[in-house]
């Protein structure tokens, strides 16, 4: 199981979806949970709409992408509302119990706009698809807007939250009127305090309602989120983070390592996505931070161009843009060097180019594939 955590726009889908491609082609059944494909990356994946159920690509779209005859791979983008729907469906009871929350107007807007309702609906979907051990391999990528500590501490914050005394005192069915009202107020007050972003604004009534009927099954929502943190927790499953490779987001990628470690979790992977071009993230790879030789003909290049005297103003455009690359790329590098130093065996450390033209086809993508394994393989046999 790999799960991707990173900042929004860093490159989680789309090294998510190459991971997928690299696990595939060799041979390991995979299946690839994405959760907001770019437009080009879900055509490329044949993802037409949401689903709860991971769908085959086909034998000849992984061929034409150059993967091997044997690949198996499906995909499915996550369905937020239908994951809570077959959550609440899936419970055991009362089938009454069951509907009367599916109906219920304060349970349809929590599964539409509670802000951590796509991190839970998420972790759903890997559970599933681990009990169901259908697949060798599970890729999950991290809704966009989660705070990838959101991430880790949701199961855990949802037990705690039905632990609390107040939601006990709420799961009790109200006997008075005045109960209900005071039910209904303290309902409100948890919501908004324990699920900070939630916005919903549903009649009080169906909220106690709510609270009152799933009440009837608190004891096995607890235990399934019990079970999904013990999946987060068990060593088959890795963390890979993906960062790009400013000072800053170095910075939270060093205290995410920390906090994967406090909280006992495997880091599988750090991947640095969009460094530089490819020559610069090759060199790079093969150790030259110190000059990397390309850079060292810049200025032999500048001094070309502007030979003879006098330069245009076009020229000087291009000269401060080349000195201003190798200026940004060589402290990239010195950064990228000094990360890769005080990360030193704790997981395999990846460099990705900025390459636009290979992420959105799954030809491409399969080569960016290439580049992660190589490295991984290349840093194993050192
Ligand atoms: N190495 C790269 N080179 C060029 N474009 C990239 C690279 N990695 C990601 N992108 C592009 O950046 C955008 C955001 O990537 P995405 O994987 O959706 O990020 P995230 O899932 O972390 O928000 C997409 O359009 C993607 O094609
Ligand atoms: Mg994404």
């Known amino acids: ?80 509302k239908a994951m809570w729907d077959d959550l609440v469906e899936h419970l055991n009871g009362d089938a009454a119990v069951r509907q009367r929350i599916l109906a219920n107007s304060f349970y349809r807007r929590f599964a539409e ?17 681990d009990q169901e051990r259908e697949f060798d ?53 948890l919501v908004a ?15 106690t309602d709510f609270f009152s009927t799933a009440g009837q099954v608190i004891g096995e929502l607890k235990d399934r989120f019990d079970r999904i943190a013990g999946l987060l927790s068990a060593p088959r499953t890795k963390f890979v983070l993906v960062t790009t490779a400013e000072a800053q987001r170095l910075a939270q990628t060093r205290r995410l390592i ?25 060199a790079l790879i093969d150790g030259c931070v110190q000059k990397p030789l390309y850079l060292e003909e810049i200025a032999a290049l500048c ?5 003879p005297p006098p330069i245009t103003s076009g020229m000087r455009k291009l000269i401060e843009y080349l000195y201003g690359y190798r200026e940004q790329t060589q402290e990239r590098a010195e950064q990228i060097a000094r990360f890769a130093r005080d990360f030193s065996g704790e997981a395999s450390l990846v460099l990705l180019p900025e390459s636009p033209a290979k992420m959105n ?22």
Request: net charge positive; proline share 4%.
């Open 1 to 80: 199981v790999l799960v991707l955590l990173g900042a929004g726009g860093v490159g989680k889908t789309t090294v998510a979806a190459a991971l997928g491609l690299a696990a595939a082609d060799t041979e390991l059944n995979t299946a690839l949970i994405t959760i907001d494909p770019s437009r080009r990356l879900r055509d490329a994946l044949g993802l037409r709409k949401p689903g709860l159920r991971p769908k085959k690509l086909s034998h000849a779209r992984l061929c034409a992408a150059g993967l091997r005859p044997g690949a198996r791979l499906s995909a499915v983008m996550l369905d937020v």
């Open 303 to 307: 001094e070309l161009i502007s030979e």
């Open 113 to 129: 706009q509670f802000a951590g309702s796509e991190t839970y609906a998420a972790l759903e979907q890997l559970y599933r698809l």
């Open 193 to 207: 305090e324990q699920l900070e972003h939630f916005t919903g604004s549903a009649a009080l009534s169906h909220a």
């Open 137 to 189: 391999t599970l890729i999950v990528d991290t809704p966009p807007a989660a705070h990838a500590l959101e991430f880790l501490d949701a199961p855990a914050r949802l037990t705690r939250l039905l632990n609390t005394r107040g939601v006990h005192w709420l799961f009790k069915p109200p006997r008075t009127a005045g109960g209900l009202v005071r039910l209904a107020g303290q309902a409100a007050r």
């Open 258 to 282: 920390g906090e994967l470690k406090a909280r006992r979790l495997c880091l599988g992977a750090v991947v640095i996505n969009r460094f530089a071009d490819e020559r610069a993230c090759s």
């Open 361 to 382: 086809d799954l030809r491409g993508l399969f080569g960016v594939a290439g580049m992660l394994t190589d490295q991984h393989k290349h840093e194993r046999h050192a």
